[in-house]
């Protein structure tokens, strides 16, 4: 029943969201979905676009199983769009356009995704106030052990839209701070061949205490801490000395993970992607999110002996 | 493996804004789509909707939360958990609209008070803002997870929670389908032109579209023998047996009328639900009465079917209530299952002969030891099928 989850392989696209009134722009990308693909995409938004890049350099040109279903994490799905419809519809009392219409209602992304890639299984649009991906990632793991699908393609999407000043009044966000997009996708199965890496635990916690006990259980010293040095994340909303309690209990070889991304709501998906393709120094990767007032959920990933040099 | 009981349910729709409510107003079957009208917008709207009578102003912007509050309050109060079963017990939600609704109602005050120039479009943005709502107003802290896949929303979300109870992740689950009164929709479908003028008629060679409705609607999941032992006024003996969910990326707007990506769905459903389709006695079809679903539905029901069980349609009486429509349908069949009966579907003929369905015309009685094949289809090829036993 507890099959081990690997990680088969990993994509990602990011862009630091460039502040209004500079001189460029941010990046256009039909060019480089044409490159990835071969063909262009009418029709489509932005956020689209992004995911499809994304789940393409994930995929990397590779025939999945058409058993492989699609998991698509996100905060607040295609934010440019429903921006637009709204302020038109509101403001300017015009109705929306029929693909704008059904761009916003009907998790059009992934049915993009799942015709460029000739998936057939299911394809669900997931969402969480905090820590969507995770929310994902639960739901992708257990239908990979029921047998619902024999891989997951798993992605977390983060749309910049603008005025940027709105969308950081929206995230509670001060001003300046600073903001990105990515599209940050893994290829999950519980077949162990070829694979990058492993999800070693996926585990919520209803309190600080229950998290320390789990950090200091056998299981998660055997399987990680004993294993070699581990990277960690903690998210912005654990407070320092919550951080001092944690790193105290794992007791380790610990490094705090340096997030380069600007992202916030998929900060953990960024921040594994890059564990697992950047940083050569640690072999475990511990992330610690804060999920509600006072439960937690950690995320646990080893990288596999046969690690293949891949660097989308 | 443990197998998910419902454990309680509140619901909240055209037909009432109480389970016990909407079950009788649908055997009685007096309630009548309205008109909405709005002439404010460049394409004015007036067309048939199935609104909620909750005696809350469409303009008030607590609405949305005060409806979504008291169903959910309903489910929770049937399902008598105790405090420690419901702070770990899961949310899932399943919508295509989510809060749009009162991010317009914000959105439209920020107009009047900031201006054009200043205002703030889209104020509510995340999704996942409900499931945290109702984590803090219920004193739920187990995990939440919210879905948007169009009409298969809170399909999918009770599909996520039995999955996750089976595999003993969590114990209880409170399952929520909500699509509320939101001027986007109602624009949206108007612009689309998919809507009848008149009444919701499935299978009919008279079929001429779908009519929406508003509806919040929440089940309590429970493993088996996890249900609270003093819940037995409301005890349900309804499970949710399996289910399956598939993409069919034929068009955007819906799956092939050929009825093959629906055949398909639906047979791995059963499958999941370790049935076989000899065991199916009834069949809750979508049946949206438009052209092309349901061409597509019958098609595909045929193709699995050699001899085809009674089929039902609850759209009729609560118009297409989207996202919210798995769940809505599913509490308005455990009430029904507790009086042993499902009611006629009306406006089903003349049938459509080139369909061949033939709708339920005379109240069905129910027997113990039944499964029935629960249809959700929607936009973006998303097609979700459970099955629903009764024991």
Same mark, same amino acid.
Request: glycine share 8%.
């Given at each position: 029943m507890n099959k081990t989850i690997y990680i088969q392989q990993t994509g990602s696209v990011y862009f630091d969201a460039v502040e209004e009134g500079a001189t460029s722009k941010q990046p256009d990308l039909k060019d480089a979905l044409h490159q990835l693909y071969g063909q262009n995409f009418r029709r489509i938004d932005r956020y689209t676009q992004l995911a499809l890049l994304g789940a393409g350099k994930?995929?990397?040109?590779?025939?999945?199983?058409?058993?492989?279903?699609?998991?698509?994490?996100?905060?607040?799905?295609?934010?440019?769009?429903?921006?637009a419809m709204q302020q038109s519809l509101i403001k300017d009392k015009h109705v929306p356009k029929p693909i704008q219409f059904i761009n916003a209602v009907s998790n059009s992304v992934c049915y993009y995704i799942m015709k460029a890639h000739a998936l057939q299984g299911q394809g669900l649009l997931v969402s969480r106030r905090n820590h969507a991906f995770e929310a994902a990632l639960t739901l992708a793991i257990n239908d990979i052990r029921l047998d619902i699908c024999q891989s997951a393609?798993?992605?977390? !999407?983060?749309?910049?839209?603008?005025?940027?000043?709105?969308?950081?009044?929206?995230?509670?966000?001060t001003a300046h701070e600073p903001l990105g997009e990515g599209s940050h996708w893994f290829l999950l199965s519980s077949n162990s061949q070829g694979a990058i890496g492993s999800i070693v635990g996926n585990e919520r916690h209803s309190n600080l205490e229950q998290l320390i006990d789990y950090l200091k259980s056998d299981g998660v010293i055997t399987k990680l801490l004993n294993k070699g040095s581990t990277n960690v994340l903690f998210d912005n909303k654990i407070n320092l000395a919550t951080r001092q309690t944690i790193i105290q209990a794992l007791g380790s070889d610990i490094a705090l993970h340096q997030q380069s991304e600007q992202l916030w709501d998929g900060i953990s998906a960024g921040?594994?992607?890059?564990?697992?393709?950047?940083?050569?120094?640690?072999?475990?990767?511990?992330?610690?999110?804060? !999920?509600?007032?006072k439960s937690f959920q950690t995320t646990l990933v080893s990288r596999c002996r046969s690690d293949r040099n891949q660097s989308n | 493996?443990?197998?998910?009981?419902?454990?309680?349910?509140?619901?909240?729709?055209?037909?009432?804004?109480?389970?016990?409510?909407?079950?009788?107003?649908?055997?009685?079957?007096?309630?009548?789509?309205?008109?909405?009208?709005?002439?404010?917008?460049d394409m004015p709207i007036d067309m048939p909707w199935y609104g909620i009578q909750s005696g809350r102003n469409l303009d008030d912007p607590c609405r949305f939360y005060t409806l979504l509050n008291q169903t959910v309050s309903e489910a929770l109060q049937q399902a008598a958990l105790d405090d420690n079963a419901q702070k770990n017990m899961g949310i899932f939600i399943g919508s295509s609209s989510f809060e749009v609704g009162p991010s317009e109602l914000l959105y439209q005050q920020n107009l009047l008070t900031e201006g054009p120039d200043h205002a703030m479009p889209m104020p509510l943005e995340s999704l996942g803002n409900i499931a945290k709502q109702l984590g803090d107003t219920f004193q739920i802290s187990g995990p939440d997870f919210v879905y948007g896949t169009a009409c298969s929303a809170s399909s999918n979300a009770l599909l996520g929670a039995q999955r996750l109870i089976k595999t003993g992740v969590i114990e209880h689950a409170l399952v929520i389908g909500v699509e509320l009164h939101n001027l986007t929709t109602l624009s949206g479908f108007n612009s689309l032109q998919l809507v009848a003028n008149d009444a919701v008629k499935p299978f009919s060679k008279d079929r001429s579209g779908l009519i929406l409705g508003e509806a919040c609607a929440a089940v309590v999941l429970s493993a088996e023998g996890a249900q609270s032992k003093t819940n037995t006024e409301h005890a349900s003996h309804l499970y949710i047996a399996g289910g399956a969910s598939h993409c069919d990326t034929n068009n955007i707007t819906g799956t092939n009328t050929d009825g093959v990506a629906i055949a398909k769905v639906i047979s791995e459903a059963i499958r999941n639900a370790n049935l076989a389709v000899d065991n199916i006695s009834t069949i809750k079809a979508h049946a949206t009465a438009s052209y092309a679903n349901d061409t597509a539905e019958a098609n595909g029901l045929h193709a699995l079917f050699k001899t085809m069980p009674p089929v039902f349609a609850m759209k009729p009486f609560v118009g297409h209530t989207l996202g919210a429509c798995g769940i809505v349908e599913l509490v308005l069949l455990d009430a029904c299952l507790k009086q042993k009966r499902i009611p006629a579907t009306p406006n089903a003929q003349p049938s459509d002969a080139a369909l061949n369905i033939n709708v339920v015309d005379n109240e069905l009685r129910v027997d113990k030891n039944a499964h029935f094949l629960m249809n959700c289809f929607g936009f973006g090829g998303n097609n979700t099928v459970f099955v629903a036993s009764h024991e």
């Open positions: 994930c995929i990397n040109g590779k025939s999945l199983n058409s058993k492989t279903s699609l998991y698509l994490a996100t905060a607040k799905g295609p934010g440019e769009n429903n921006i393609l798993l992605g977390m !999407v983060d749309e910049i839209t603008h005025p940027l000043s709105h969308q950081r009044a929206r995230m509670g966000l921040a594994i992607g890059s564990f697992l393709n950047a940083d050569r120094e640690h072999t475990r990767f511990i992330n610690i999110s804060k !999920v509600h007032e | 493996m443990k197998r998910s009981f419902i454990a309680g349910s509140g619901l909240m729709c055209a037909l009432g804004n109480h389970v016990a409510d909407c079950v009788n107003a649908l055997f009685a079957n007096t309630v009548a789509p309205t008109r909405y009208t709005n002439d404010t917008l």
